[in-house]
């Protein structure tokens, strides 16, 4: 079992940055495929960005903007968003998946205005 913790959330005005950390605990991490999910209000979880054996895979949205990376040294995994829009407003998730089992964090909030 793993268990996701998410931070660096906050209020960014269009155009900037923001760089999400996911820790992770438990044993094994460099054998889970990790995502970042964002869930906006109103609307349904959807997928932003997928690490799977050194493969990624980006919504058509954030391609060119957001980018995934993740160091198995420390069990942790980024997302780094740059060009930000206030469309990308929306509570963050990381998520590990291994042997169909699923794994989330309790989000982080990014409101993206100015």
């Known amino acids: 079992q793993v268990q996701l913790v998410e931070s660096g959330g906050g209020l960014v005005q269009p155009g900037g940055s923001l760089r999400l950390s996911c820790a992770a605990s438990?044993?094994?991490?460099?054998?889970?495929?990790m995502g970042w999910y964002r869930q906006a209000p109103g609307k349904q979880r959807e997928l932003v960005a997928t690490?799977?054996?050194?493969?990624?895979n980006y919504a058509d949205s954030v391609k060119g903007r957001f980018t995934i990376s993740r160091d198995n040294a420390k069990n942790m995994v980024f997302l780094q968003m740059n060009s930000l829009k206030p469309e990308d407003t929306a509570v963050y998730y990381c998520?590990?998946?291994?042997?169909?089992?699923?794994?989330w964090g309790k989000g982080t909030l990014v409101t993206v205005s100015s």
């Open positions: 998520n590990a998946a291994r042997w169909s089992r699923t794994y």
């Open positions: 438990g044993s094994s991490f460099s054998t889970y495929a």
């Open positions: 690490l799977t054996n050194d493969r990624t």
